[in-house]
Every structure is written in structure tokens, then in C-alpha cells.
């Protein structure tokens, strides 16, 4: 089993939608939870850690549910500029991060 | 930008071949790792160091690959005996400190490796 699963997507939406999607997570143990966000071709890069009361970060909300282990990213009024693949990333230990395969978003005008 | 620095970007390769994939990390940070990502896949871990030890290299495949970081700051990726499979972008990053639950790394642009 991996230890991160994310549905691949893509989710194809229009500009101004609301686009939501989550990952799971099989380690109990894993501590600290983030989505980074990757276009193509080029590098990860951290979007936003999630913390377990849910947080905002302008557009975006990450929620966590540590008793389902299940993270969730929710983009409202999607521009163009947010088409990419989100990866979930947990904490393995200390100094080990494990990312997801990643969910792709397409935003059409 | 003193961004982390990777070379070379594109390395094309024969099946056997030897490899050596460089990083300059962002000065001052004494965290470097080495991630590897095959198309469609995350990042999968293969080693971690702090300074110039590496505190762990559980995610290397096997023993053809090695890396080494001898003065604490550029670290390079050895491949010997190249296969097919070990075709992937390899991605280093660097954090200024040792953890990881602040979860920013700073990723390179990665080089990509095609055996052939």
C-alpha cells in the first residue's frame, strides 16, 4: 500500500469554480501534513501546510482528519494560473517527507 | 535567484554507463536531499544529509547508487552501471535546518536522466 494516494484527476474547471480534492494517508504516526504544488516540468514547490483545525491561505483551505487520515485541499474562484498538479505530502519521521503522485487541475477559461 | 542549483539538466545515457548528477544547495543550509521522480509519481526519498554525513540513505534502490556531500555544501549523485529504469528526473533540495515539519524544502529544477 502507498503510503500517500491521491485521485490523479485531472479535474478540468472553469474559471471562478470551486475545485476540491483530497489524499489519504496510511501512516498513523505521520506529524506534520502540507500540499505543494508542482507545474510542468518543473519543481515542487510548498503551497501551504495543513494544520488540524483547518486552515485558510487566501483561495485555498487545507483541511486534516487525523481519525480517517484523509487531507483535503478545496481552491475557490480558480484562475488560470492555479492549472497544476497538487501534491500531498506527509511527515514520515523527522526529516523524511512522502508526497503523493500528485492530483492535476486543469482551469479553461 | 540563489535558488539550489542543479547540473546537468538533461543527461542522456547508454544502459551501463556511469553517472554523476551535481547539486549546489542554497548557502547556509545544511540539510540536502536527494528525491527522485518518475513520470506520473511524487518525489520518492533516497537520501538525506545533514552537514556532510548522510543521516540516511534507506531510499538509494541499491548499491549502484552513492552520493556524497564532502564539504557540507555541494553534494553530488553517483550512478554506476546505468538501466533503463533509473530513467527519472532526479530533484535535490535544501532546508536551512535539520526537520522537516515546517515542510518547506527548497527544490532544484532537477536533471533529468535518460538511459537509453
Known amino acids: 500500500r502507498k503510503e500517500v494516494e491521491q485521485d490523479p484527476g485531472p479535474f478540468n474547471v472553469p474559471e471562478g469554480a470551486t475545485v476540491a480534492f483530497n489524499c489519504t494517508y496510511s501512516?498513523?504516526?505521520?506529524?506534520?501534513f502540507f500540499w505543494y504544488r508542482q507545474d510542468c516540468r518543473k519543481e515542487p514547490k510548498l503551497l501551504m501546510s495543513?494544520?488540524?483545525s483547518g486552515n485558510e491561505d487566501g483561495r485555498f483551505t487545507a483541511q486534516l482528519n487525523r481519525a480517517s487520515q484523509y487531507i483535503s485541499l478545496l481552491i475557490r474562484d480558480s484562475k488560470l494560473s492555479d492549472s497544476a498538479t497538487y501534491l500531498c505530502?506527509?511527515?514520515?519521521?523527522?526529516?523524511?517527507?512522502?508526497f503523493g503522485a500528485g492530483t492535476t487541475v486543469t482551469v479553461r477559461a | 535567484g540563489a535558488g539550489v542549483s542543479q547540473t546537468p539538466s538533461n543527461k542522456v545515457t547508454e544502459k551501463g554507463k556511469y553517472v554523476e548528477l551535481r547539486c549546489d544547495p542554497i548557502?547556509?543550509?545544511?540539510?540536502l536531499y536527494w528525491y527522485r521522480q518518475s513520470l506520473g509519481q511524487g518525489p520518492e526519498f533516497l537520501i538525506y544529509?545533514?552537514?556532510?554525513?548522510?543521516?540516511?540513505d534507506s531510499g538509494l534502490p541499491n548499491d549502484r547508487f552513492f552520493a556524497v556531500r564532502p564539504e557540507g555544501s555541494v553534494s553530488t549523485l553517483k550512478i554506476q552501471r546505468t538501466e533503463r529504469g533509473d530513467s527519472a528526473v532526479y530533484l535535490c533540495?535544501?532546508?536551512?535546518?535539520?526537520?522537516?515539519?515546517?515542510?518547506?524544502?527548497?527544490f532544484g529544477e532537477g536533471s533529468r536522466l535518460t538511459v537509453l
Open positions: 533540495a535544501s532546508s536551512p535546518r535539520a526537520g522537516v515539519n515546517t515542510g518547506e524544502l527548497f
Open positions: 501512516n498513523s504516526a505521520s506529524q506534520s
Open positions: 495543513v494544520y488540524s
Open positions: 505530502v506527509v511527515t514520515l519521521n523527522d526529516y523524511k517527507l512522502s
Open positions: 548557502s547556509g543550509h545544511t540539510a
Open positions: 544529509f545533514q552537514g556532510t554525513g548522510a543521516a540516511d
